[in-house]
């Protein structure tokens, strides 16, 4: 297969799980606070209308479904949706990754599915990013880990994007 058949291939291909259609459902929200009187904007990752609308009300921040038509949910329109905190902390973007963070533990923290102290702790994926940045600790530096620190980092941020309701296709 030539490459750029690939590449096509490559971009258009739905993500599946168990061989499921996931679709992008654009969505806004309202900020409960008087400083802010703007309309928000976000998206739910959801097998159809009803599981955006579940994945709305489990998330409580607000949301309400656009009138947009859902656009199939590939791996190329996530990538450029949302760079996830763990894309952006392999590609040393500390300022996305540490605003991704706040973003998904304030969901999380809205739909129940993590205490966002955990992400403040002293061994919390806000801090240890913020350890990255402020301390140069060497990626490689497996001093209080089993792993290397970035590997640790990584699981991190990939254990916040799971438990972030409506962010990716899950089973």
Not at 18 to 43: A, C, H, P, Q
Not at 61 to 75: D, F, H, V
Not at 121 to 126: A, E, H, M, Q, R
Not at 140 to 162: A, Q, R, T, W
């Amino acid at each position: 297969m030539d490459k750029k058949l690939l590449r096509k291939n490559r971009k258009s291909s739905t993500l599946d799980s168990k061989k499921v259609e996931w679709f992008i459902y654009d969505t806004n929200y309202r900020l409960e606070s008087s400083l802010s009187s703007g309309v928000y904007s976000s998206f739910v990752v959801a097998k159809s209308k009803t599981h955006a609308e579940n994945l709305i009300q489990q998330r409580n921040i607000g949301e309400w479904l656009q009138n947009s038509l859902p656009r199939k949910a590939t791996t190329y329109r996530l990538k450029r949706l949302f760079l996830l905190p763990s894309v952006s902390y392999k590609q040393n973007k500390y300022l996305e990754c540490l605003h991704g963070i706040i973003f998904l533990s304030w969901i999380c923290g809205k739909a129940g599915t993590l205490d966002p102290l955990e992400a403040l702790k002293d061994n919390g994926v806000l801090h240890e990013v913020l350890h990255k940045k402020m301390f140069g600790v060497d990626g490689d530096d497996s001093m209080f880990y089993h792993e290397s620190f970035d590997n640790h980092v990584i699981k991190l941020l990939k254990e916040l994007e799971s438990k972030t309701p409506g962010l990716l296709p899950q089973k």
